[in-house]
């Protein structure tokens, strides 16, 4: 399993992209299996105050062998009540 993170922050602003491979081989009853399945994500933030920040998220999972995709995106809101500590939902 292989990740990349990069992060680009600048003043109230903060860009993120992911990437995730996995190849996978197993035996099963002596048949063999395997599989390579990769994941990209993509995350925008905003901080709309000291506390408050609003975030956008799309992701993709792709699963090569099966050619089956399976995508998520939408938006969450996080809140710092305190130094290095930071809640969000979405």
């Given at each position: 399993?292989?990740?990349?993170?990069?992060?680009?922050?600048?003043?109230?602003?903060?860009?993120?992209?992911?990437?995730?491979?996995?190849?996978?081989?197993?035996?099963?009853?002596?048949?063999?299996?395997?599989?390579y399945t990769d994941s990209f994500d993509i995350e925008y933030r905003n901080d709309l105050s000291k506390c408050?920040?609003?975030?956008?998220?799309?992701?993709?999972l792709h699963s090569w062998n099966s050619?089956?995709?399976?995508?998520?995106?939408g938006l969450s809101v996080g809140f710092s009540p305190a130094t290095n500590i930071w809640l969000s939902a979405g």
């Open positions: 399993m292989n990740n990349l993170l990069v992060i680009y922050r600048r003043q109230a602003i903060q860009a993120s992209g992911y990437y995730g491979a996995k190849y996978t081989r197993d035996t099963i009853d002596a048949a063999e299996y395997s599989g408050w920040d609003l975030g956008a998220r799309a992701s993709t050619n089956q995709y399976d995508y998520s995106y």
